[in-house]
């Protein structure tokens, strides 16, 4: 009778590897659908602007962005497109609130020092 | 082969209007603001009290953050003195050849209208994350002050 012979498939479901079954084997699933598989551009990643806002505005903003910015590539690297789109939708968020505390930074220094005289003579070191 | 219609990647978005549209127009923007800046740093010095606001982090913990003696590396490096840049962020001296190197390959993607082709290895933003986060502990160190700290003062809240 048909015993079976591989016994890591007691049910024959496998189809012989070498031989008459016409049906090829089925195609990879895609995984990364928005991309379409490896093709297409790397996504950015804000470095510039975790860049900037590490230097120049607010630390843990700034911090936040590297690390943002680091995922993108590490994901990226790994084949999870899907994962460095998701990591550069956040690294754009965190630009765009350095940008933004930075103007604040600006204009509250403006209003409260230039404007209002705040801290006159306190401020002995700028930064 | 299966039939996997390879569609391009989102191209970066482009701005609404036609002349904007022109490659060359924000990176021609953004190097006469840097220049603007750097002009404006140069000849209005941060080493003078009150010309700008202190470092916020500065201000409230007393702690040098990465960023502090930023603005007055941009000053020396506009009037050409590096050491005195090096002295007070030398994060800050050692940033400056990537963002121009980042603006640089950005200007050449906008003008040709070629995609991104490639992002630097995990390892390097691993380390420039790494670098940023031990340069922002030891200069706060009040034995490496010498070195790290803007101008070579101890942090505040560590004596200084």
Known sequence: MSTPTDPQDPYNTQ???????????????VQYGAQGGAAGAPPNNYLVWAILSTLFCCLPLGVASIVSSTQVNSKWAMGDYAGAQDSSEKAKKFALWGAIAGAVVIVLYLVLVVGLGVFGSTLETTY | MSSTTVTHAPTERRSPSS?????????AAVA??????????????????????????????????????????LHDVANLDLVGAWGMNPLTLLALPLLVG?????????????PRTWLAPPWAMHLLLGVVLVFWVLRNVPALAPWLAPGGLVAPAFGG
């Open chain 2, 102 to 114: 980042l603006w640089v390959a950005w200007t050449r993607r906008r003008v040709t209208g070629r």
């Open chain 2, 32 to 73: 006469t603001a840097a220049v603007g800046v750097m002009t404006y740093l140069g000849r209005v010095s941060p080493y003078a009290p009150g010309n700008y606001p202190t470092c916020p982090t500065l201000a409230v913990a007393g702690v040098y953050c990465p960023g502090c003696g930023a603005l007055r590396t």
């Open chain 1, 15 to 29: 189809p012989p590897s070498s031989g008459g079954y016409g049906a090829p084997p089925p195609p990879p699933p």
């Open chain 2, 19 to 27: 002349f904007v549209r022109q490659g060359w127009v924000a990176p």
